[in-house]
């Protein structure tokens, strides 16, 4: 869900969210007037007070929007069809800075799953930062964590950091590049 930039928001509610770029957890307070800024892959981030927060999709309801729809397998779905929804969960992670998925980014280095028992599949995932010290960092992995654990039938995700070969521009897909103007 894209929502048009500056949408005025106030919270019903007091909600935990996350400083950016910094990644230090923030208690938001009923009443807070914001405005929300980018509404890509199920977060939202919000301007408040000349400083960006980024709200997950699970407490989407303090701003009034709806919580992301539960996954669901296909009858019959197969390895196929289940790598397949993976990818497409992790281009739903958007840096919360820039419009951008990480797998478009080219963060994903690695994504490699263990079929062998097919009711709790194995994923293991190799992924890279911008920058080594990111602040956001373990918000990005905490985000393609559950939305591959949204999968039915994943069980296990190990997600390690990787800075070898370095992140670098012409890692992005050629959609990213033209997304900001590199093309």
């Known amino acids: 869900m894209q929502m048009p930039s500056n949408e005025a928001v106030t919270f019903n509610r007091d909600c ?10 923030v208690e938001i307070p009923v009443g807070t007037q914001g405005n929300i800024t980018q509404a890509l892959g199920g977060s939202f981030t919000v301007y408040i007070a000349g400083n960006l927060i980024r709200v997950a999709g699970s407490d989407a309801d303090a701003i009034g929007q709806p919580e992301p729809e539960p996954l669901t397998l ?31 980014l080219g963060l994903i280095y690695r994504c490699d799953f263990d079929h062998s028992d ?17 602040g956001m960092g373990d918000i990005l992995v905490d985000d ?33 590049k033209l997304q900001v103007g590199m093309l």
């Open 74 to 104: 296909p009858e019959g779905a197969g390895n196929d069809d289940v790598e397949a929804l993976a990818w497409e969960q992790m281009r739903t992670v958007y840096d919360p800075e820039i419009p951008i998925n990480v797998v478009d």
């Open 144 to 176: 393609v964590r559950s939305k591959i654990a949204m999968i039915p039938t994943i069980e296990t995700i190990n997600i390690e950091f990787v800075f070898d070969p370095p992140w670098n521009m012409e890692m992005m897909t050629d959609a990213a």
């Open 118 to 134: 097919p009711s709790a599949r194995k994923v293991d995932i190799d992924m890279t930062l911008t920058a080594p010290g990111c």
């Open 16 to 25: 935990e969210a996350v400083l950016i770029p910094a990644g230090d957890t």
